[in-house]
Structure formats: structure tokens, C-alpha cells
């Protein structure tokens, strides 16, 4: 059974709270911090049947690892997102939309792309299981709630994933700081001569 994560940020908290609040376990915050974004989180648990622990910030510094919590943090289940490339495909009543990263090392950089891809209606971001900074609790915070809503598969043989979302039709463009074209949003994604149900996109960074 997965263990229990620990979330921090007021969008992480609150993303978690509107998708499952029944998943946070306990919940902390700041003592001393009175401030208005603080009181509105305060009654957003509390409308939820939710009550948070106060504790001095020292102790939020050890729970969460580093300073930089906002004052505010939470024990969380592991929500039950889909971890395969197949399943979610198979899941799908529309054209897939997947952002492809490789070589993500730094979590504030994975946090920006599942951002980035939860504002853009990607229905999952796709990296190696090797290589890459995996899902922490510092992605998560910079990811402002999207690590909550888009589901994070990572897979043994990227190269392979992308053989295999060939087959499914579904294109692959790869994006680079040095290409001739300085945006996607120049590409036809015109798919009309083909005849595959299961047609979509995939940007690979």
C-alpha cells in the first residue's frame, strides 16, 4: 500500500481539498500567522468537517523538510490516478493530449510542466521511471494543485511509449529552443486522413 505523502502550499492543500478532502489526514498550520488567506483556508477545512493542528513553525520547517510552506501543510493518501499509459488510452471518449518530458531533474521544472499541462487540458504527462526527479512534495507545491488533477505516468522505455502511441495514432512533436517554428500553435493538426477513433497529440520535451 502506497504511504501517506505530505502536501504544503495553499494551492496544493486546497486542489486536494475540492478533489478529496476525505484523503487529508492531518493537517497543520502556522501558529501566530492570522493573515486573510490563512483565515480562508482556515474556514475552507472547516467546511469540509476538517479541523487543522496549530503549531509553531519550527516544527512545519521538520514536517515538511524546508521553510517554504506558506505556513501550511498536510498528510494525504495517495489519490487514486491512472499510473499506465494503456489504461488512460483505453479510458479515453476523446483525442488524447500528453506532454512527454525526459531528463526532468529539477522538481521546481516538473512542478512548471504539470502547470503548464493542467491550464492546456492535457489528459496526463509522461516521463522515465530513470533519469528524472519523480513526483516530491517540492513538485507538487510549485505544480499549484495540477499534481492533484493530472495524472504523472512514468514508464521503463520512454522510447518504446512513443513506438507504441505511434501505433495508436496518436502524432508526436517534439519541441527544441533551436527549432525553425518558435510555437505549436502553428501546427495543423489536421488528422482527417486517418482513420484511427483513437487520433491525438503528444508534445514530447
Known amino acids: 500500500m502506497a504511504r501517506d505523502r505530505v502536501l504544503f502550499g495553499f494551492h496544493a492543500l486546497l486542489a486536494r481539498l475540492r478533489q478529496d478532502p476525505r484523503s487529508l489526514g492531518e493537517i497543520y498550520v502556522e501558529a501566530g500567522r492570522r493573515d486573510g488567506r490563512m483565515q480562508d483556508f ?16 519550527s516544527r512545519l520547517d521538520g514536517i515538511v523538510g524546508h521553510p517554504r510552506h506558506q505556513g501550511v501543510a498536510a498528510t494525504a493518501a495517495p489519490l487514486a490516478l491512472t499510473h499506465s499509459v494503456d489504461d488512460l488510452l483505453d479510458q479515453l471518449a476523446e483525442p488524447p493530449l500528453l506532454l512527454i518530458l525526459d531528463g526532468i531533474t529539477d522538481p521546481h521544472n516538473l512542478g512548471a510542466c504539470l502547470r503548464v499541462a493542467d491550464g492546456a487540458g492535457a489528459h496526463a504527462v509522461i516521463a522515465p521511471k530513470d533519469r528524472a526527479c519523480g513526483l516530491n512534495a517540492t513538485a507538487a507545491k510549485v505544480a499549484s494543485g495540477a ?53 491525438g497529440r503528444a508534445c514530447a520535451a
Open 147 to 199: 499534481a492533484e488533477s493530472v495524472p504523472y505516468i512514468t514508464v521503463t522505455n520512454l522510447a518504446r511509449t512513443l513506438r507504441e502511441l505511434k501505433e495508436r495514432d496518436v502524432r508526436i512533436v517534439g519541441t527544441s529552443e533551436d527549432a525553425a517554428r518558435p510555437s505549436i500553435s502553428r501546427i495543423s493538426w489536421d488528422r482527417s486522413r486517418s482513420s484511427s477513433a483513437q487520433r
Open 42 to 57: 482556515i474556514k475552507a477545512i472547516e467546511a469540509q468537517g476538517l479541523r487543522a493542528l496549530t503549531v509553531e513553525r
